[in-house]
């Protein structure tokens, strides 16, 4: 990589840790400027037009940065035909919680960026998505039979679920725990209901 290619990615990796650094200190989207952006970074306006057309596209950038984060993080483990046992744990629920982690401004900053569809709305629509061309689940044969698309989303919605309530309680649990609690709600079975009156 030449000087010229680092200086590049050097601005562009700075204007999008200015604008999560916006997000993160509760500036909303629609009042955040590339004025605002640009003086932060300490360079012109045109610098910023030359690697984004306004700040939708920055955001939309930083979305993909994050889709192709963890969207590494669910394919990695597995190789194309291979069949996978699972015995309860599925190999790529370590590697989301890690992916997360270890892009903690990144995911926090989205969070905060409420543009539909939402990080978690994305998240959801790419991980459904692999496991219904890229990943096959195959279940135990169970009476009734379970239907895969809805077993399919309810298992995304969980995770999907719980990786928000970990975002939005600023990553109190570490990426090990988190993922050790997700394994066990697959054997985990609720016995009884316990009804309190107020």
């Known amino acids: 990589m030449n000087r010229q290619e680092k200086k590049r990615l050097k601005t562009i990796a700075t204007i999008k840790i200015v604008f999560m650094?916006?997000?993160?200190e509760g500036v909303v989207f629609e009042d955040i400027t590339v004025k605002e952006i640009t003086e932060r970074a300490d360079f012109n306006r045109?610098?910023?037009?030359l690697y984004f057309q306004d700040k939708?596209?920055?955001a939309e950038s930083l979305f993909n940065e994050a889709l192709q984060a963890y969207t590494h993080a669910v394919m990695s483990p597995y190789e194309e035909g291979q069949i996978v046992g699972l015995d309860g744990d599925v190999p790529s629920d370590r590697l989301i919680?890690?992916?997360i982690a270890e892009n903690k401004q990144l995911f926090s900053a989205l969070d905060r960026l409420q543009i539909p569809p939402t990080i978690y709305e994305r998240m959801e629509q790419t991980c459904l998505a692999l496991f219904s061309t890229n990943i096959q689940l195959v279940q135990e044969k169970t009476e009734p039979s379970i239907d895969y698309n809805l077993f399919l989303h309810y298992q995304v919605a969980a995770m999907i679920g719980l990786i928000k309530y970990w975002i939005r309680n600023n990553f109190e649990e570490t990426a090990p725990y988190m993922t050790e609690q997700?394994?066990?709600f697959?054997?985990?079975?609720?016995?009884?209901?316990n009804i309190t009156q107020k």
């Not at 045109?46 to 037009?49: E, V």
Request: proline content about 0%; aromatic content about 20%.
């Open 186 to 193: 697959y054997t985990s079975r609720v016995k009884t209901m």
């Open 97 to 99: 919680f890690d992916c």
């Open 182 to 184: 997700f394994r066990s």
């Open 56 to 58: 939708h596209e920055l």
């Open 46 to 49: 045109s610098t910023f037009y």
């Open 21 to 24: 650094e916006l997000l993160l």
